[in-house]
DNA sequence: CGTCCACGTCTAC
DNA sequence: TAGACCTGGACGG
């Protein structure tokens, strides 16, 4: 679940599901979590949430006891404690009865009830954390969501600092400034301003006011209409406003979904990858970024992009043969991907995993000299040679994500 | 079976 | 700025 909006409504989720349940004994954690103890026991206490960016933070709430206090029990909260997770790639929150408890619930909140039922932080993949007695971190900016106006303001009067140097596309990342962007969000707010990802911020971003001028004119709407190429940019323009409030409005058009946002594991997943414009879909194009995560883009990547693989999209499917209209698109699709792939994989992947030195370099040397990016482009070679790939083609995934270009 | 990929940080060279 | 940290789904052989 982890971009802001997952954030924020795991925190909705929470609020929502807990509401007059009362919470008792200790919080209790997995065996094999090495996130630290939540020294938290309660006879009866309360649990509600809140996010800001990319993290949530759970306020634990003693009730009031009828006893005196100096009679309440030994080790028993009479504070509150406030809780603080980040979801890394995975993590979620889930409420169930004892029974239902969900594999990899990392950590745990019982309810008073009978059947006892219980919140659980869940992170498959454990990239999560959390901070008892925890605060917001305080390197994260302000949210793009909810604090948008200091938001703005924290980007546009530090543009002098070295992120802003960087591709937009990987300033974005910046949780400094950017606090609740993740690699979707970056894709899609890029892709409505048609704004490549690899110029430099920069010079995207100044220019722009602390002040959104276009605030009043125009409510935040999660009006998502086919609309022309031809047309986008200006209504763009006319109905957008700029990439600072996109990073504000389009994070908010899908807590607006309602559903879970990104979660392919659920059945509401639907109306999110509908929502999705480029991220993921059919007919865009990939790129890896300087820190090797896949940048999803229309059009011109940018100056700074990396000499690196790329998607398929028109060009490489037109080599394929039986690409034309065949009615087993998935199928057709795939078998380019994969042909793609192993091109790729014979070339760098192999050549680089056996200690070729020599040869890998001539590989990226051979491609084409560009003084400034050579050392960057090797680089993020480099660092992906062991998986060296060609980012992800769309087709290969169209299953995960609404084709809006079939048909 | 194996390889690659995934919504994100962290921290050691 | 490479890995490291993890699990599991999709796909290929």
């Known amino acids: 679940m982890p971009e802001g909006p997952e954030l924020h409504l795991g925190s909705l989720y929470v609020n929502k599901m807990c509401a007059g349940v009362v919470f008792t004994g200790p919080v209790r954690k997995s065996e094999v979590s090495k996130s630290p103890d939540v020294p938290f026991t309660c006879e009866a206490y309360r649990i509600t949430a809140i996010s800001r960016g990319k993290e949530v933070k759970l306020t634990l ?65 454990r990239f999560g954390s959390w901070q008892p007695n925890g605060t917001w971190q305080p390197d994260r900016g302000p949210c793009i969501m909810f604090e948008y106006e200091s938001f703005r303001k924290n980007v546009v009067t530090h543009l002098s600092d070295r992120t802003f140097d960087r591709p937009i596309c990987e300033a974005l990342l910046n949780q400094k400034y950017f606090n609740g ?89 639907s109306a999110f990858k509908a929502w999705l414009q480029c991220y993921y879909v059919d007919g865009m194009k990939s790129l890896r970024d300087h820190n090797g995560r896949t940048m999803w883009f229309k059009g011109d990547p940018g100056p700074m992009a990396t000499k690196d693989l790329k998607s398929p999209k028109v060009k490489k499917r037109a080599m394929k043969t039986e690409d034309h209209d065949y009615t087993d698109k998935k199928k057709g699709a ?74």
């Open 61 to 125: 709430t003693p009730m009031k006891s009828d006893e005196p206090k100096q009679r309440s029990k030994a080790g028993q909260a009479d504070q509150a404690m406030d809780v603080v997770f980040r979801f890394g790639m995975s993590g979620c929150f889930r409420f169930t009865t004892e029974d239902e408890l969900p594999k990899h619930a990392h950590l745990r909140f019982y309810s008073k009830e009978t059947p006892c039922r219980v919140l659980s932080f869940v992170d498959t993949r």
């Open 334 to 407: 795939r078998g380019g991907r994969a042909h793609e792939r192993r091109r790729w994989s014979n070339r760098e992947s192999k050549t680089a995993k056996k200690e070729e030195v020599s040869s890998l370099k001539e590989t990226e040397e051979s491609e084409k000299v560009k003084t400034p990016q050579q050392k960057k482009r090797t680089a993020a070679r480099g660092r992906k040679t062991s998986c060296a790939e060609p980012a992800a083609g769309p087709e290969k995934r169209s299953g995960r994500v609404t084709r809006q270009s079939s048909k």
């Open 181 to 269: 962007i993740g690699n979707y969000l970056r894709a899609e707010i890029l892709y409505r301003l048609n704004i490549p990802p690899f110029v430099v911020a920069r010079s995207v971003l100044e220019g722009l006011e602390s002040e959104d001028l276009f605030d009043n004119e125009k409510p935040v709407k999660a009006e998502v209409r086919d609309t022309k190429d031809s047309d986008r940019v200006k209504k763009v323009k006319k109905e957008m406003g700029d990439l600072l409030r996109l990073c504000h409005t389009v994070p908010l058009e899908v807590v607006n979904l309602g559903g879970k946002g990104y979660d392919p594991q659920k059945n509401d997943y």
